[in-house]
């Protein structure tokens, strides 16, 4: 696939922006133990996209203080795949519009935190919600990525910061 290059068992490139089919055909080149988190949010998101509809960002995060799911960044809004374990996991989605989005602000958790240094990228959202507002904080964003993810979703939402 044009669009997918494996470097290696745990790394890989996307070229965005990936269909929705195309990531799912995709899954099958990670490992068994992490494909089956891509499947619980794939399977989510089927019931709300169509097949062709375009994907411009597939980024594990944990988008709540208690949960791991994905950030799913499509042109119009933003996919907050939440997954809930138990004997049936599963995923449930909270969406962002862009239009709603007033600000998009970044932040790297510092060391004494984040001893470790993984994965210690935050994304603060803050939009409109019925008269009033809502602040959003989705942590453990790849420092790799986080950048560019910001500034996707800064050009698609039309704001600064």
């Known amino acids: 696939m044009g669009k997918f290059e494996k470097i290696n068992h745990r790394f890989a490139i996307v070229e965005y922006p990936i269909t929705l089919q195309e990531m799912d055909e995709i899954k099958m080149e990670f490992p068994k133990s992490e494909r089956t988190f891509y ?9 709300s996209l169509k097949p062709t509809d375009e994907i411009f960002g597939f ?4 988008p709540t203080f208690a949960h791991m799911g994905f950030l799913v960044l499509l ?3 933003i996919i907050l795949s939440i997954h809930k374990g138990g004997l049936m996991p599963s995923a449930t989605l909270e969406r962002i519009p862009m239009n709603k989005i ?5 932040d790297i958790i510092p060391a004494p935190i984040n001893p470790f240094n993984v994965n210690e990228g935050e994304i603060h959202i803050t939009y409109k919600k019925g008269f009033g507002s ?5 942590r453990n964003v790849p ?7 910001v500034s996707r979703i800064r050009g698609f939402a039309n704001v600064s910061g």
């Open 75 to 77: 042109q119009n809004e």
């Open 134 to 138: 809502k602040k959003y904080t989705i």
């Open 102 to 106: 007033t600000e998009v602000d970044f």
């Open 59 to 62: 980024e594990g995060v944990q």
């Open 39 to 47: 499947e619980i949010t794939l399977k989510a998101l089927k019931k």
């Open 143 to 149: 420092t790799i990525n986080l950048d560019s993810l």
